[in-house]
């Protein structure tokens, strides 16, 4: 390609807490990672719409100003062009792309969300809309692109964890509207940086894991309601709700685990606000705590995933769990002063380990 007129990125992401709890409106704590997808844009003299993606041997090509009809499953280039074009965008100027990215694909690394996002910031861009600079307006339509106009089960959290980047804790109380103020706070960690270990197993099946998962837990929840008058999701206790059920079924198990993860991502933003962290190894016992509900409960572990934590835990990492919506992907372990050993171990077992440090959100 020449020299490019336009050019963007967006950073990958790790959960900390919170996993699988965003799409059931309940709040999450996330970190924008320094792994980034990059897009180029090159003016053409027609009007089409021309990408390359080396990293994957892909290309694709349309024009933009015409009816555009999905190709594939979750076709996100076209899908972020339509969204735009409802808001009464016209593209009428071609350009060729190239879209690189250095964030694993299919690993809970949210390369999906990273790619919505920049390509939404790049059409903006292309279009000189003043929206280019309005994160939260770009995470709104991120959500819109990749979650509605497939009517997918995800929630918010890659999208506002990518538009605004650094660590955020986000609350996402109405999940099925896309006009409410978030709330969003970003977090001082006791670090900024983590590793990221890739399985180098690719997820199976996430969407169809994540509406799966969704279903049980919301299951759980309407057992729950029918039990407890005034059943709050986001704030009645846990412990009230086992006193006044003497079995338990998968259903309810499951959403008992969402709500623990509720109060454990609660937990931590207090102890972050506070900055009552001297102890390193509460933080780590935390993320722990986190996985275990996530191995146990959800089951969302796999024995690769087992593997990789005895590994860093006896290179002496502090703190390790799944990062996304796991079955296979990364995991996020927190190795303070010992990154390099644990880095080492993980790829002893087979494992891809990257250092990543917090990183901004989509620029220029």
């Given amino acids: 390609m020449k020299t490019p007129l336009f050019q963007v990125s967006a950073p990958g992401r790790i959960c900390l807490f919170g996993e699988h709890s965003d799409y059931l409106g309940l709040p999450v704590m996330t970190m924008a990672i320094d792994l980034r997808m990059k897009i180029s844009a090159t003016p053409r003299r027609d009007k089409k719409f021309r990408i390359l993606m080396p990293d994957i041997g892909e290309e694709d090509a349309f024009v933009p100003s015409r009816a555009l009809k999905y190709q594939k499953p ?46 939404l910031k790049m059409l903006l861009t292309v279009e000189q809309s003043s929206l280019m600079w309005n994160a939260l307006e770009i995470a709104k339509m991120g959500f819109e692109t990749e979650v509605w106009e497939f009517q ?5 959290m890659d999208h506002f964890a990518i538009g605004f980047g650094e660590a955020i804790y986000l609350e996402n109380q109405k999940p099925k509207s896309n006009l409410y103020p978030v709330t969003l706070q970003f977090m001082h960690l006791p670090t900024q940086q983590f590793i990221l270990a890739d ?15 969704k279903r049980k837990v919301l299951a759980g929840l309407k057992e729950i309601s029918k039990k407890i008058k005034n059943f709050k999701i986001e704030k009645t206790s846990v412990l009230e709700i086992a006193k006044k059920f003497k079995q338990k079924t998968l259903n309810l198990k499951m959403a008992l685990a969402t709500l623990r993860n509720r109060d454990l991502t609660l937990k931590a933003k ?11 190894k509460q933080f780590g016992k935390m993320l722990d705590a986190h996985h275990k509900i996530l191995k146990n409960d959800l089951k969302i572990s796999t024995p690769k995933f087992e593997k990789m934590i ?23 372990i927190y190795a303070p002063g010992r990154e390099k050993k644990v880095m080492r171990a ?17 620029n220029p």
């Avoid at 990492?317 to 996020?332: D, F, I, Y």
Wanted: aromatic share 8%; with cysteine; proline share 2%.
């Fill in 346 to 362: 993980i790829e002893r077992v087979g494992g891809k380990a990257y250092l990543v440090t917090q990183a901004r959100g989509i």
């Fill in 310 to 332: 005895q590994a860093a835990k006896s290179a002496g990492a502090l703190g390790c769990k799944v990062n996304g919506s796991g079955l296979g992907g990364t995991m996020v």
């Fill in 152 to 156: 997918e089960a995800g929630g918010r």
């Fill in 270 to 280: 207090k102890m972050f606000i506070q900055k009552n962290y001297k102890d390193v």
């Fill in 74 to 119: 979750r076709d996100y280039l076209r899908a972020g062009v339509n969204v735009l074009k409802r808001r009464g965008f016209q593209f009428q100027k071609g350009f060729d792309f190239e879209i690189r990215s250095d964030i694993p694909v299919n690993a809970g690394a949210s390369s999906s969300s990273a790619l919505v996002i920049a390509w």
């Fill in 199 to 213: 399985s180098l197993e690719p997820k199976k099946d996430t969407v169809g894991h994540i509406r799966e998962n």
